[in-house]
């Protein structure tokens, strides 16, 4: 599947550069004819395309091997630490230390939207959490992640492409 193929290619160039990342992109969309996908005549639109592709492939591959590491720190608690994504509500939860058998993960495990590079840490207890630059007092917000992230779901490359392209209808 011409999906798999693009995955490959992620795995493969996704540490050479941006540049040389793109220009294997350009190839890919010759020859599987995904010109159109990744929206390679347009220069803009092809940077902002391979860029977004580039850091999910990055990120998703990153917090699948996160969530095992956590797994480590189930009995104890997780920090939530917002990144410099612009999404609603993540700069809120920045600090708050939330027991990790609480609900408030079930769906809260970051990524929790497109971009998203906020992350979670794990501590023994509330004061190893606090070491980590956590506020044990801060209370959680109201929060909600993005449809495609609900359930701690990490979309997957053929989502991230949809939704780049413009095609996911079901992305709102
Ligand atoms: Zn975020």
């Known amino acids: 599947m011409d999906i798999e193929a693009f995955e490959e290619l992620l795995a493969q160039w996704h540490n050479h550069g941006i540049d040389r990342l793109r220009k294997e992109m350009r190839a890919f969309a010759d020859e599987h004819d995904w010109n159109e996908l990744l929206g390679v005549s347009d220069k803009k639109e092809f940077a902002r395309r391979s860029l977004f592709l580039y850091r999910h ?3 998703a591959s990153y917090q699948t091997n996160h969530r095992t590491q956590l797994a480590a720190f189930e009995k104890g608690c997780y920090v939530y630490r917002s990144g410099n994504c612009p999404c ?10 939330v027991p990790a058998d609480h609900n408030f993960w079930k769906d809260a495990l970051p990524p929790n939207d497109w971009d998203c590079d906020c992350d ?9 959490a606090a070491r980590l630059g956590g506020d044990p007092e801060k209370p959680i917000s109201d929060f909600q992640p993005a449809r495609r992230f609900q359930a701690n779901h990490i979309p997957s490359l053929t989502d991230a492409l949809l939704h780049v392209s413009g095609k996911d209808v079901a992305d709102v």
């Open 57 to 59: 492939f990055v990120q």
């Open 88 to 97: 609603e509500g993540h700069a809120e939860l920045d600090g708050v230390v």
């Open 120 to 128: 979670v840490s794990g501590a023994r207890s509330i004061s190893g």
